[in-house]
T-cell receptor
């Protein structure tokens, strides 16, 4: 079957770095997405990886290892506004997104 | 770029009435649009996928006669919740994909409360 695993909740300190991991199993693979979702709002697109390696975009970076079925989202210089849920989603052979349940990130001062 | 507009953002209706939600891609043509439902503190649940000019593909367990989807153009899809009941109260979110790598861009969502 198809499955996405990511931690339910993480806590980090303002100014620090946090890594949110995601493992996936899909029928075929056409890329891995990360979305940010603030409470009560719709998700916003953060990143897309289809090749192995690290993609850096400002304070956020996303890594993919296709052979391991593994990705992580790295957030640097954490700010209070980064408190949100982070959704991992893998695109299968039909380009359908298989969604993880999301990781709630709590930032403490 | 890649802006998706969803309207209305919030609606309250009486049980038994129908509610229409619009989803528009403002600056790109969406080959595919998606409709999701999300209950509090739960993950996104895909309801249906629609391609312009063809019938929507509904996920298992989603009643196609209750949740009518129309994708009349490459920039507009509508979801009509027919004869809404309190258990239909939820956060409905649309997304649109321009076709590049399957990236989905989300509307702001519609919070539906059925009394």
């Amino acid at each position: 079957g198809q499955n996405i695993d990511q931690p339910t909740e993480m806590t980090a300190t303002e100014g620090a770095i946090v890594q949110i991991n995601c493992t996936y199993q899909t029928s075929g693979f056409n890329g891995l997405f990360w979305y940010q979702q603030h409470a009560g709002e719709a998700p916003t697109f953060l990143s897309y990886n289809v090749l192995d390696g690290l993609e850096e975009k400002g304070r956020f970076s996303s890594f993919l290892s296709r052979s391991k079925g593994y990705s992580y989202l790295l957030l640097k210089e954490l700010q209070m506004k980064d408190s949100a849920s982070y959704l991992c989603a893998a695109s299968d052979s039909n380009y359908q997104l298989i969604w993880g349940a999301g990781t709630k990130l709590i930032i403490k001062p | 770029g890649a802006v998706v507009s969803q309207h209305p953002s919030w609606v309250i209706c009486k049980s038994g009435t129908s509610v229409k939600i619009e989803c528009r891609s403002l600056d790109f043509q969406a080959t595919t649009m998606f409709w999701y439902r999300q209950f509090p503190k739960q993950s996104l649940m895909l309801m249906a996928t629609s391609n312009e000019g063809s019938k929507a593909t509904y996920e298992q367990g989603v009643e196609k006669d209750k949740f009518l989807i129309n994708h009349a153009s490459l920039t507009l899809s509508t979801l009509t919740v027919t004869s809404a009941h309190p258990e239909d109260s939820s956060f409905y979110i649309c997304s649109a994909s321009p076709g590049e790598a399957g990236i989905q861009y989300f509307g702001a969502g519609t919070r539906l409360s059925v009394l």
